[in-house]
Nanobody, 115 residues
């Protein structure tokens, strides 16, 4: 079993920054990649960013250049540095990973942006 715990959400003004963290724990044998998703009220959950175990990163176009995903492999932790936050960024942010054909999700952390 794998557990993912996010932290770092909160309220920030438009143009501000937040850093999210997600720590994985449990019986983890190998992490190939970790992802961040987000879900705004009334919308479907959408992919935000991915980092592989070779540090290859992928971003959805709407956050490219503003968000940076990184990881600490020794701690099985992934981060999402969010800069220049916009009014369209508020959502519950989830981290996710696949482990032996099972997709695990964290509980989510709320990000709110005030204008």
């Amino acid at each position: 079993q794998v557990q993912l715990v996010e932290s770092g959400g909160g309220l920030v003004q438009a143009g501000g920054s937040l850093r999210l963290s997600c720590a994985a724990s449990g019986r983890i044998f190998m992490i190939n990649a970790m992802d961040w998703y987000r879900q705004a009220p009334g919308k479907e959950r959408e992919f935000v960013a991915r980092i592989t175990n070779s540090d290859t990163t992928t971003y959805v176009d709407s956050v490219a250049g503003r968000f940076t995903i990184s990881r600490d492999g020794a701690k099985d932790t992934v981060y999402l540095q969010m800069n220049s936050l916009k009014p369209e960024d508020p959502a519950v942010y989830y981290c996710s990973m696949w482990h032996y054909a099972v997709q695990y999700w964290g509980q989510g952390t709320q990000v709110t942006v005030s204008s």
